[in-house]
Structure formats: structure tokens, C-alpha cells
């Protein structure tokens, strides 16, 4: 099985991204896992042609996004992990998703959406500055999970569970017990 890590912080050693390390330490060494820090992926944003629908591919010159999509269709799991930026993913794991629209999505005749992943694993990895238990209050906080939710349910993965550490500015550790969380999350695939 190939685990494809997509790490969408902009911070390769943060909570983010550690959080992810954990995971993927949970992971079972029979499978293959490849890491993409999506922040240092070369692409261009989407420009909404919509010609990715009918084609399947993006109508953009070649670039990263196109290496990554790829890998996403490939990859038999998905882990995603992003900070929360005001209510939503980071910026360049957004790109990506708007620019692989066809990984996740087929159009069926008529425009009707079709999942492309149909049943392959997947988790999310959150963290927000709003503390706990403001952060389950606040829409804010909660949208980067929702956001990478969507995108990964609309793709059809079966999503086996999410970690969100909140409080992150005046609390920027995480508890073992957390890290033992993304450990066991990982022993899931």
C-alpha cells in the first residue's frame, strides 16, 4: 500500500507537520510512505477554465500540480495536514486541491460529480491558535478540518479520523498523549 503525506504547512519542523511524522511513525513499515511538503511544490493557481473537467487534467502549462496529481490518484491512502488560516486550509494546499479537481472527481455525463478514490483511507492533521475549548466554538477554528474534509469526502477516501491541536500560540508543544493519538491513527492504514 502507498501512503502519500501531504504535509501543507509552510513550517517543515511545526506542530503540523510533526504531528504528521507521527503518524506516518504509526504507519506499518509493509507500507510504502511518500511525504510532499506542499510548500515546495512550483505551481501556478487555478484560473476556474473548468477545462479540467471534461479533459481530466488541468489545461495549466505542466508543473507540480501535475506531478502531484498523479500521485494522488496513485496512492492507495492519504494523510493531509494543514494550520488553519483564517477559517481555512494554508493557501498552496488549496492551489493544490483547485488544480487536481479530476483526482478526486469525475463528471459524469449530464455534470453530475463521481468520487475517483472511492473507499481508500484517509486523515486529516489540523492545528489553530484558538485555544481549547474556544476552538470547537469558533467556525474559524474549525475550517481547515472541515475544508480538507470535504474535498477528501467529495473524493470518495473513508476517512479514519482527524487530530486537531488547538492553542497553538500559547501552547506550542504538543502532549504525548496527542502524539500517541497520530501514532495510533497511523496504525489504522
Known amino acids: 500500500m502507498n501512503i502519500l503525506i501531504l504535509n501543507g504547512s509552510p513550517h517543515k519542523k511545526g506542530i503540523v507537520a510533526t504531528l504528521l511524522r507521527a503518524v506516518a511513525d504509526g504507519v506499518s513499515e509493509k507500507h510504502k510512505v511518500d511525504w510532499v511538503d506542499v510548500y515546495d511544490l512550483k505551481m501556478k493557481p487555478c484560473i476556474a477554465c473548468m477545462k479540467c473537467r471534461p479533459d481530466k487534467i488541468c489545461a495549466l502549462p505542466r508543473d507540480d500540480a ?52 472511492s473507499g481508500k483511507p484517509a486523515a486529516i492533521i489540523t492545528a489553530c491558535t484558538t485555544p481549547w475549548p474556544f476552538n470547537l466554538l469558533s467556525a474559524g477554528s474549525r475550517g481547515a478540518a472541515k475544508t480538507v474534509w470535504q474535498v477528501l469526502h467529495y473524493g470518495g477516501y473513508r476517512i479514519l479520523g482527524q487530530i486537531v491541536k488547538p492553542g497553538t500560540r500559547r501552547q506550542p508543544y504538543i502532549s504525548q498523549k496527542t502524539l ?10
Open 66 to 117: 501535475h506531478t502531484l496529481g498523479q500521485k494522488i490518484k496513485k496512492a492507495d491512502g492519504i494523510i493531509v495536514g494543514t494550520p488553519t488560516h483564517w477559517g481555512n486550509m494554508s493557501a498552496q494546499l488549496k492551489t493544490l486541491f483547485d488544480r487536481n479537481v479530476p483526482a478526486f472527481l469525475d463528471e459524469r455525463p449530464g455534470g453530475i460529480p463521481s468520487p475517483r478514490q
Open 180 to 189: 500517541n493519538k497520530a501514532k495510533n491513527l497511523g496504525r489504522r492504514f
